[in-house]
């Protein structure tokens, strides 16, 4: 079955980092784009970070100085390297993959993680 895992989600203060990592698994053999969304409490789920297979990324206005987004391709694996954090920073961060080629389910659209909460306190 063709999933992708989260870790690395806490609670920090705020000014302080963490790093998400997301690892795709399931007879995958590779994947067009990975990459983060977020969503708030009371909030609609918003763009974070996105890579493609090639190092082109897609980032948020409000990512700009702070996170970083970095893929290996060899491990299907997306990682989020987050500084700076805000207490507005605070959301369930979802990793997403789009155009996952797989040897025995062919090419899936998109799929999405179960999500690994972020806290930063103020």
């Known amino acids: 079955q063709v999933q992708l895992v989260e870790s690395g989600g806490g609670v920090v203060q705020a000014g302080g980092s963490l790093r998400l990592s997301c690892a795709a698994s399931?007879?995958?053999?590779?994947?067009?784009?990975m990459g983060w969304y977020r969503q708030a409490p009371g909030k609609q789920r918003e763009l974070v970070a996105t890579?493609?297979?090639?190092?082109?990324?897609n980032n948020a206005d409000f990512v700009k100085g702070r996170f970083t987004v970095s893929r290996d391709n060899s491990k299907n694996r997306v990682y989020l390297q987050m500084n700076s954090l805000k207490p507005e920073d605070t959301a369930v961060y979802y990793c997403?993959?789009?155009?996952?080629?797989?040897?025995?389910?062919?090419?899936?659209?998109?799929?999405w993680g179960q999500g690994t909460l972020v806290t930063v306190s103020s």
């Open positions: 399931g007879g995958i053999f590779s994947i067009d784009a």
């Open positions: 890579m493609t297979s090639v190092g082109s990324t």
């Open positions: 997403n993959a789009v155009g996952v080629r797989t040897w025995l389910q062919g090419t899936l659209r998109e799929i």
